[in-house]
């Protein structure tokens, strides 16, 4: 199973919008509404930030959201703050019976 | 407060072994699939293992199918990774996660441990 692809990078000024892509095929992001997103600090474990391609976990603030268009799902983070810098990591489950992760996006405010 | 807490990284020589654990506490451990996600020193995350919550189904990435075993203990809420005849490659951080549900993402994580192969 590829990886999924995801832009290396980002950035953003504070109040800005960005968003990152997360392109697979129909085997993954293409095929299943099981898209994922993760926000990780140096040092720290992921955390959770979209499922099921739009969904919040409780306690995720609103500016973030989810979307899907074909074989690429986006991540879109809005009203950009300082706190959001980090690495993005998208996430699809398979036809294969697995979850397959993208490269992770490193997220920069300016 | 859902909580868990991997254990059993350390430093083993190519070839060798080493089983992972990771304590659950703060929810139905039985009710759950969970999974191993693990992190090589820099780069992204690859998800490893997953197994049902009655344990009877279990998942595995092809790189580690044949050496690795995913097991849990749902009396003692508590998930195991045993890792056979290991490699260089398979330095990384390992996360267990439980998953929020069929198909869908990873919450929460653990804080992870180091398993470095090198002789």
């Known amino acids: 199973q590829s990886a999924l692809t995801q832009p290396a990078s980002v950035s953003g000024s504070p109040g800005q919008s960005v968003t990152i892509s997360c392109t697979g095929t129909?085997?993954?992001?293409?095929?299943?509404?099981?898209v994922s997103w993760y926000q990780q600090h140096p040092g720290k474990a992921p955390k959770l930030m979209i499922y099921?391609?739009?969904n919040r976990p409780s306690g995720v603030s609103n500016r973030f959201s989810g979307s899907k268009s074909g074989n690429t799902a986006s991540l879109t983070i809005s009203g950009l703050q300082a706190e959001d810098e980090g690495v993005y990591h998208c996430s699809s489950y398979t036809s294969s019976s697995s979850w397959v992760f993208g490269g992770g996006t490193r997220l920069t405010v300016l | 407060e859902v909580h868990l807490v991997e254990s059993g990284g350390g430093l083993v020589q190519p070839g060798g072994s080493l089983r992972l654990s990771c304590a659950a506490s703060g929810f139905t451990f039985s009710n759950y699939a969970m999974s191993w996600v693990r992190q090589a020193p820099g780069k992204g995350l690859e998800w490893v293992s997953a197994i049902s919550g009655s344990g009877g189904s279990t998942f595995y990435a092809d790189c580690v199918k044949g050496r690795f075993t995913m097991s849990r203990d749902n009396s003692k809420n508590t998930l195991y990774l045993e890792m056979n005849r290991l490699r260089a490659e398979d330095t990384a951080v390992y996360y267990c996660?439980?998953?929020?549900?069929?198909?869908?993402?990873?919450?929460?994580w653990g804080q992870g441990t180091l398993v470095t192969v090198s002789s």
């Open positions: 099921d391609v739009t």
């Open positions: 129909s085997s993954d992001v293409g095929g299943y509404n099981y």
């Open positions: 996660a439980k998953h929020v549900g069929e198909g869908s993402g990873f919450d929460p």
